[in-house]
């Protein structure tokens, strides 16, 4: 991971020269990222979304809901890391309850029995946690195969893999069946917002960038972004400053990142297009 960090920091800096004074300041290097999201795209439109679709047509609907339920326990135990690290009392309790619950009454967590006890789901990563705490979240940021990211963001991922509890499985072959898995239900799991995306936006990258910083933005403030802020909040303030996602596309954008809450993928970085 620290190879590959490496290398996108050279070629960031390669792409940023060649940005042009009128590049977007939430998305300097736009031609960059405008690349690698046609990479992905050509990866999901080939092998992925193919394989999502069988997914969904194939299984039965409790199970799949079974899977992505099992994921999103896997998650709440993140999620409370970073919301103690927030000295967020509240959220970190919930979601320690709910892993607990879920994973002793559910089943293993394929069954959501928190949620019927009406302990409330938060979600949070290692992002989500340095900007809490003022960093920064510099220029927007496409990764190969992984989508929509900030530099704050990817420079958090070797933090939130260490917390993945997929990712620390230590049976090479079981935890790569079960990351595959987890990235079939994520897909899958974002067919109806792919429709959506197709026929709402013009440009589907930038209709995919903007919702994923004003996603992302809204979760680091609990919903609740202020209006005038200083420091680090400022900053992430201004950097949304450009024109937004009109009204009607907000929906669309909260549907688009429903998989970083409900499947257990780091962080809301797994928008697909």
């Not at 970190?92 to 994973?103: C, E, H, L």
């Not at 972004?225 to 996602?245: F, H, K, M, N, Y």
Request: aromatic share 6%; with cysteine; proline share 7%.
């Amino acid at each position: 991971m620290t190879e590959i960090l490496r290398a996108l920091l050279v070629l960031l800096v390669l792409t940023g020269c060649a940005s042009g004074p009128n590049a977007n300041r939430r998305d300097p290097l736009e031609p960059f990222n405008r690349g690698v999201y046609r990479f992905n795209d050509a990866v999901d439109t080939a092998l992925l979304k193919p394989v999502a679709t069988t997914y969904r047509d194939v299984v039965p609907r409790p199970v799949r809901q079974g899977v992505n339920n099992f994921f999103g326990n896997l998650q709440d135990a993140w999620s409370f890391v970073n919301n103690a690290l927030q000295l967020k009392g509240q959220a970190a309790t919930d979601s320690m309850f709910r892993f607990g619950v879920n994973t002793f009454i559910g089943l293993g967590g394929v069954l959501d029995v928190a949620t019927e006890m009406n302990i409330e789901k938060h979600t949070k990563d290692f992002g989500h946690t340095l900007g809490y705490w003022g960093v920064a979240p510099g220029p927007y940021l496409v990764l190969p195969l992984l989508g929509p990211s900030t530099l704050r963001d990817t420079v958090a991922l070797p933090v939130d893999l260490k917390g993945d509890l997929v990712s620390n499985i230590a049976h090479v072959p079981t935890r790569n069946s079960v990351t595959v898995l987890r990235a079939v239900d994520s897909r899958a799991d974002l067919l109806k917002a792919t429709t959506i995306l197709e026929e709402a936006a013009l440009d589907k990258y930038t209709f995919t960038r903007d919702a994923f910083l004003q996603r992302r933005r809204s979760v680091i403030f609990d919903g609740n972004p202020p209006e005038e802020d200083t420091g680090e909040i400022e900053t992430e303030q201004q950097d949304v400053a450009e024109p937004r996602v009109p009204a009607l596309a907000e929906t669309p954008a909260e549907t688009l990142n429903k998989t970083a809450s409900n499947a257990g993928l780091p962080g809301d970085q797994k928008v697909k297009p």
